[in-house]
């Protein structure tokens, strides 16, 4: 089980393209313009919708006013992932 680790702070810094800081310190940037949005995330397909991402500080992600969320513990692997391999694109399929 991977360890959960609080996201700190969001950014949205381009379409579909957002800047993230944990509890632990680390911090990247994830690209998710080639992500299909489906379902709860459907409205994310938009740039304007997707620039709505807030920090929801008790549970220690990022939402939408849809009500979409990510798993925290999954956008640190991501931007963990990242790190480790600089040329590996900034979100993974």
């Given at each position: 089980m991977e360890e959960i680790v609080y996201?700190?702070?969001?950014?949205?810094?381009g379409d579909h393209l957002l800047r993230l800081a944990f509890e632990d310190g680390?911090?990247?940037?994830?690209?998710?313009?080639?992500?299909?949005?489906?379902?709860v995330f459907e409205p994310l397909r938009?740039?304007?919708f997707f620039s709505r991402?807030?920090?929801?500080?008790e549970l220690g992600t990022i939402v939408?006013?849809?009500?979409?969320?990510f798993a925290p513990e999954t956008l640190h692997r991501m931007v963990v992932e990242q790190q480790q391999d600089p040329n590996a694109p900034s979100r993974r399929d």
């Open positions: 996201v700190v702070d969001v950014r949205c810094v680390r911090s990247g940037e994830l690209d998710f313009s080639r992500e299909e949005w489906r379902g938009n740039p304007d991402v807030e920090l929801d500080e939408w006013p849809s009500g979409a969320d």
